[in-house]
């Protein structure tokens, strides 16, 4: 299995593109407040799906439909990550209080974290974890500060036999996206059901329609499934800022892409049939691994920036929630599609009552719907 520190994006065919499509103005769009979801549908597949089917032609649906949309044979691939509770409360040895919420895995018990508040946490500085403020259970101290986030980057020492991921379970909680102001919602709500692998402080979103009972019709279906992991984190949500966006750089993410996921996928597109990635992170893992010309087996950090002029390798459609105005998300899903029709889109998700970011509806962005030079096969 390859291991490396970054994969880049390549960027050949990106400067044919009119000048506009590289402008973070022509990614934006209005939407009502209302539309953004606070609490997830239950049961979770019964939220709205709306089906990009062709070049012009697009339907209504409920995610439940899926096993109809899809054929037999083809594959969906998921990302097993499971959300950690990356919100944890603290304070200094003073007894001042502090937030830490970790944003990626560095190793022997180091995370890059961002800190509130963060002035007076130089190097050196300590933090103490715990209820008993005489006997922290756990103890960070700041290394370094980060430039790229106005992080910091901490090292963390259990004060006990717990290990430093069992004590974030008992003393973090699972952070919910901003947007999300006023929610019934649970922590598990927040997880697929097939969440398996610690280590994301974000949910992949798309993957919270899925129910164990769906997911069986799929199978009788004789629609597959594997799995890659993405540790969600700040690559993902971090804004564009760029106003041209050739000038954003993005954070990379760790990534685990199985010799048995790229043995299924190539196994399903030799017998014709698609491979539907499930989420932007899901698309980014396999481009990502695919940047050598062709899909391999890959575990490490992928920082790759997909945007229109992009051409897909490893991908034939795609399973997205809606995502924010000006992300990186939606010049991902742009790429496959257009940027014209995919705004399109969001506005007749708009005007039909769909709701909007990691509680809201889905897309489904089926084969024949995909710009045919955006895929290589």
Sequence with gaps: MRDSSQLAPETDSRAQLPSDEYSLAAYQYSLPSEKIAQTPVTPRDSSRLLVVDGPTTHGHYHFRDLPALLHPGDLLVLNDTRVIPARLPGYKPS????????LEDRGDNQWLALVRPGRRLKPGATVH?????????????VLATDPETNGRLLKFAPQGSESLLALFERLGEVPLPPYITDTAASAEQYQTVYAETPGAVAAPTAGLHFTPELFERLEEKGIGRSHITLHVGVGTFRPVEAENILDH????????????????INATRARGRRVIAVGTTVVRALEGAAQGGELQPYQGKVNLFIYPGYEYRAIDGLITNFHLPGSSLLMLVSALI???????????????????????????ILPEAVQGENIER
């Excluded at 007894?95 to 970790?102: H, W």
């Excluded at 008993?132 to 259970?137: A, E, G, K, S, V």
């Design 95 to 102: 007894g001042a209080q502090v937030e830490v919420f970790l």
């Design 129 to 141: 974890f715990g209820p008993n403020p005489n006997q922290p259970d756990l103890v960070a101290q």
């Design 249 to 264: 750089k993005m954070h990379g993410e760790w990534i685990d892409v199985s010799a048995e996921t790229v043995a299924q």
């Design 338 to 364: 257009g940027r014209e029709r995919l705004l399109g889109l969001y506005e007749t998700a708009i005007q039909h009552d769909y709701r909007f970011y990691s509680f809201g509806d889905a897309m489904l």
